[in-house]
């Protein structure tokens, strides 16, 4: 049975860490290198860097800024945001990182989480899923589509475009390609402080038999839930980042 962790979560956005809430209303609140490491010295089991607007924006990955923070942190390193190959792959693990985050490339081409999970080991492949609730219905060929049944819908692009996929089933897809974890976010919840969406966290934990890092925790009661009532296997804070 895995350790249950404390990873903290952070955004960055062209090479600054940032807040926002619902992925919107961005607002600076450090260094990267600096921030991770406080939460190393803090006592973070992990750190996780998510570049917010690569993907939308097609910029380029954070390898530099990957450099400087594992230069200052002991403790694992996932980053996320504009990896669209396995190339891109290969260059943040020599960069530094430990493990890479998927989100809108997994969606957009499914195969690259299997050829990464095969070229280096699925416990260094994270898929991301950005979820936010829905009452809509959308036609998809895939077998992932939203139905009537559906509660969680598929984000990309930094949370910006709609993909008519139904979160579990993505998560659950996800894991079949090759997934080693699921790092979960909840758009209704992000930034609120207002705690996790536990019926989103328990459903996608229960459809998946790997690790799922949920983020929304503002306070030490609302990761306790996570662990109890969502299922969780592992818990992020980063809700309560300071601006300095």
């Known amino acids: 049975v895995l350790t249950k962790r404390i990873i903290p979560c952070l955004d960055v956005d062209a090479g600054r860490v940032v807040k926002g809430i619902s992925f919107v209303e ?28 690569a993907s939308s924006d097609s910029r380029d990955t954070m390898v530099n800024v990957v450099r400087r923070v594992s230069e200052e942190v002991f403790i694992p390193l996932t980053v996320g945001g504009g990896i669209r190959t396995v190339e891109d792959i290969r260059r943040m693990l020599k960069a530094g990182a430990d493990k890479v985050s998927l989100n809108t490339a997994a969606v957009n081409n499914p195969p690259l989480v299997s050829e990464g999970a095969a070229q280096f080991g699925n416990q260094c492949i994270v898929v991301a899923i950005d979820a936010k609730r829905v009452d809509a219905t ?101 809700e309560y980042l300071p601006f300095w």
């Open 26 to 53: 961005l607002r600076d609140a450090g260094d990267p290198a600096e921030l991770a490491a406080v939460y190393d010295q803090e006592g973070g089991d992990e750190l996780v860097f998510l570049d917010i607007t």
């Open 138 to 238: 959308h036609s998809r060929a895939d077998g992932l589509a939203l139905d009537v049944s559906s509660r969680w819908e598929v984000y990309t692009r930094g949370g910006r475009t709609p993909t008519g996929i139904d979160a579990v089933k993505w998560a659950a897809r996800a894991v079949e390609l090759g997934s080693g974890e699921i790092l979960l976010t909840s758009m209704d919840e992000d930034g609120q402080k207002r705690g996790y969406d536990l019926e989103l966290t328990r459903a996608v934990s229960q459809a998946t038999p790997v690790p799922v890092i949920a983020s929304g925790a503002g306070n030490l009661d609302h990761l306790y839930d996570a662990l109890e009532s969502g299922e969780a296997d592992c818990r992020t804070r980063g």
